[in-house]
């Protein structure tokens, strides 16, 4: 149980270009859904937590503008990265925590490369 | 800001080593969950604690959750190589957010 998957795991794209990535809860109903920003050796930066018919909350710094996420339904959440520049290149990780819930379970990720 | 800075960072140790690794905060937190994370993956969770004192085992990792509820631990008896990884402590409040700690990885060599 409180399987996440991602799509996709890996995609590159040219600068200037929108790229969406998918996050579903496969065998249960995510209340709430969190997109994380990892760099290379280093911990999870939460992005943004987003409740299901709801607006996304972002963290400080994080550009709601840039970082679009829509949580259309109980088991799925896409984040798109808009205008795409190098510097958004990055591991990019969701996770999605059940009604009640404390835990989080997380997708197995997706590795962004703008060139 | 919430911190979790764990030690050690990094950890490179012998098969059959034990090793413990640290999680500590200045805040208080209402539960501590523990990751492992491999390369090119996303973390999976090992274990939630919730109650200050608490230790929990899973096979031989033991957690331990500190009294005041600010720390934790977590330590592995006999490594193998498989424990290999990055381990992340993350913390939970009052909000559905997590704070995930420094992180430590750690390397078994066979």
């Known amino acids: 149980g409180a399987v996440v998957s991602q799509h996709p795991s890996r995609v590159i794209c040219k600068s200037g270009t929108s790229v969406k990535i998918e996050c579903r809860s496969l065998?249960?109903?995510?209340?709430?859904m969190f997109w994380y920003r990892q760099f290379p050796k280093q911990s999870l930066m939460l992005m943004a937590t987003?409740?299901?018919?709801?607006?996304?909350?972002?963290e400080q710094g994080v550009e709601k503008d840039k970082f679009l996420i829509n949580h259309a339904s109980l088991t799925l959440s896409t984040l798109t990265v808009t205008s795409a520049h190098p510097e958004d290149s990055s591991f990019y990780i969701c996770?999605?925590?059940?009604?009640?819930?404390?835990?989080?379970?997380f997708g197995p990720g997706t590795r962004l490369t703008v060139t | 800001t919430q911190l979790l800075e764990q030690s050690p960072q990094f950890l490179s140790i012998q098969e059959g080593e034990n090793l413990t690794v640290y999680c500590n905060s200045s805040?208080?937190?209402?539960?501590l969950q523990w990751y492992r994370q491999e390369p090119g993956e996303g973390p999976v969770l090992l274990v939630t604690?919730?109650?200050?004192?608490e230790v929990k085992k899973l096979k031989r990792l033991t957690f331990q959750f500190g009294d005041a509820r600010k720390d934790s631990s977590l330590h592995i008896t006999a490594a193998q190589p498989g424990d290999t990884g990055l381990y992340l402590c993350?913390?939970?409040?009052?909000?559905?957010?997590?704070?995930f700690g420094t992180g430590t990885r750690l390397q078994v060599f066979p």
């Open positions: 993350a913390g939970g409040g009052n909000t559905d957010k997590l704070i």
């Open positions: 065998d249960f109903q995510a209340t709430t």
């Open positions: 987003s409740n299901e018919g709801s607006k996304a909350t972002y």
């Open positions: 805040s208080v937190f209402s539960s």
């Open positions: 604690v919730v109650t200050g004192g």
């Open positions: 996770s999605a925590e059940g009604s009640g819930s404390v835990e989080q379970y």
